[in-house]
């Protein structure tokens, strides 16, 4: 039985070698792709939580000192804001994370800009508010009824 094994182990002893370095290679690029992937979904998280915390202060510092300016002139106050606010490599960062030229840059920022004060001005659903108002015709008109008379 051990001269059996030793004898295949004899016959595949010069491909293991080539095998498992075939397979730690292959395993190796798979863990380098895996850490590139996390890596970069970091980097992209990071520049979208800095976007989105630059267009909100920038919000409410346009809402704050531009009361009564047109739409227009709000919209590019706060787009020159958040470009402030991010500084050249944030700006710079933007566009490399998404793979955007600089103007796709600012349009990108201009639509967060257009998305977070159309999330700001809507108001939120508020079921309860929703089933009282629904409610208060008939609660309304129940009202006005005079009571029954009762049997007594």
């Known amino acids: 039985m051990t001269a059996t094994l030793l004898t295949i182990l004899a016959f595949i002893q010069p ?8 397979a730690a290679s292959w395993l190796f690029v798979q863990l380098g792709g ?15 939580l800095r976007l989105d ?3 909100l202060t920038a919000i409410r510092y346009v809402e704050q000192t531009m009361q009564g300016a047109p739409s227009g002139a709000k919209l590019s106050a706060a787009t020159s804001a958040v470009k402030s606010y991010l500084g050249t490599n944030g700006v710079r960062d933007l ?31 508020n079921p309860v508010l929703d089933t009282l108002t629904a409610l208060a015709p008939a609660v309304l008109a129940g009202l006005a009824k005079p009571p029954a008379p009762t049997g007594g």
């Open 95 to 125: 566009a490399h994370a998404f793979r955007l030229d600089e103007s796709a840059a600012g349009k990108l920022i201009i639509d967060r800009i257009e998305a977070a004060v159309h999330t700001h001005l809507t108001p939120a659903p």
């Open 53 to 55: 915390d630059a267009v």
């Open 34 to 48: 895996l850490i590139s992937s996390k890596v970069k979904d970091q980097r992209v998280q990071t520049v979208l």
């Open 15 to 22: 491909y293991i070698v080539p095998v498992v370095g075939a």
